[in-house]
């Protein structure tokens, strides 16, 4: 069977889960030369409904292009660690913002706690790059993708004077990433 | 060759530039609207118009308009719109001007649950207008066939000078993936008039019965009325056997060219008991349960229907006559099921698998089904 690696990222309208997932697709599937599909499904609010991303990495052409049993979720609130987390591989790599209180989450799966949003507010000034933040540890804490491949689909996707705070945010999120790795 | 990350909207979109489209009039809907912004912002620089209309009413009308003035002109939609858009397809299918309605299908009825996926129109597609009257209807499955079959409904468009739909669906518009886009297409131009003005009969079909087409504004004079009409272009009064001539030719002009019209795609149809019949982001779905089907030992098969209308009843009947069970599986409540009972005739018995709560059909629910059906036969 053909390598394929589900991740979902998964939170609110309006925390740029749909553009994470842009920049994960461009990452691995232009700078790794992997086979990549990408989706975003949300509901019709700008703001506060349910949004995720869905991206399908494999060494082959993929068939089925939406997540069925994720490897790799990113979980913003409470709600989608326990939604996502039931339905992933037993062994796979769940990140969780740690200012969501989550208990009872599978005990089969790798679990960080990480603050990502605190991490985006509070070094970077601005909460909307926690979904950088988020790829960042993403790239420290699985083989799913590299920093610099992540670093090289933000310089080319966000454009002149954010560039440089998105590349900030990717690389808060790496550190971040590998210190849950080391506690 | 360019590798891109593109989704199927962006695709489509260049397909669209690539086979010579020059003018978009729209009104942008969900799933639909990166047709409508990419074309926005691309077309000028090509010396094409794009116009945001007030409605698909009227977005229709002037796709049809710019279509008789001489330019490959397209649109893009969703449901209601699509809905709106109907009369005037009516209108591009009497007047024989070529154009390319694409509709990223969302969940209805009516305005429904905006941005989620369905494969609900796929009868609208084929009689969403009123009257006699002929479909051309293609289904993408991937980014990159998004890309090749709208090139694909533009040249279709020229060649027979008809309406082409693109019916796509919420899950491959927004759909992201790698494609890598070649550097020219075939193009093809619709027919136009060799003979002298005085000499233009603007409804003459000639051998393969499409008539040559002049632009507006060189010279040929020429009514265009939806009212039934004669080979001159004018109403028909009490001429019958005109009127039955013009449906006739209007009809024969698409099926004599079925070869270049029909398109499917079979996987392990030889040596199938089972074969899942399915379309457009479906079969993807459906591909994977064959595959999870086949390493458990189930000898099924996937049949995949890249044009819709003409319906492949011919094939569906081949196939049926070597096969134990047909599986539709579709993002609706069973509707080319319908139309796959009727061309098996029975011989192989028809089974569907629907989802229609605007989420995506699983493999999995495919994959049940599949054992049900085993289950069945037992």
Redo the contacts between chains.
Sequence with gaps: MAKRTEVVLAGLAGQGLVFAG?IL??AV??YEDK??????????SARTGPSRSEVVIGDEE?????A?QPDIVVAFTRADAQLYGARMRPGGVLIVDSDQECSCLPESLLIYRIPLVSIARRELGEPLLANLVALGAMAALSEVVALESLEQAVASRVPGARTETSLEALRKGYSAGLLAKKT | MTTMVLSGNEACVEGALRSGVRFFAGYPITPSSEIAEEMARRLPALGGKFIQMEDELASMAAVVGASLAGLKAMTATSGPGFSLMQENIGMAVMLEAPCVVVNVQRAGPSTGWATWPAQGDVMAARWGTHGDHPAIVLTPWSVKESFELTVRAVNLAERLRTPVILLSDAIIGRLREKVDLPPSVPVVDRPRPAMAPDHYRPYAGGPDGVPPMADFGTGYRWYATTTTHNERGYPVGVDAAAAEGLLKRLHSKIHDHQDEVVLTEGRWLEDSEVVVVAYGSVARSALAAVKQARSRGLKAGLLRLVTLWPFPSQLISQVAQRIRGLLVAEMNMGQMVEKVREASCGASEVWSVARFNGQYLMPEQILDKLEEVRRAWR
């Design positions: 842009t697709a461009d599937g232009l086979f990549i599909s990408q989706l975003g499904f949300f509901s019709i993929i068939d089925f292009p939406a069925t």
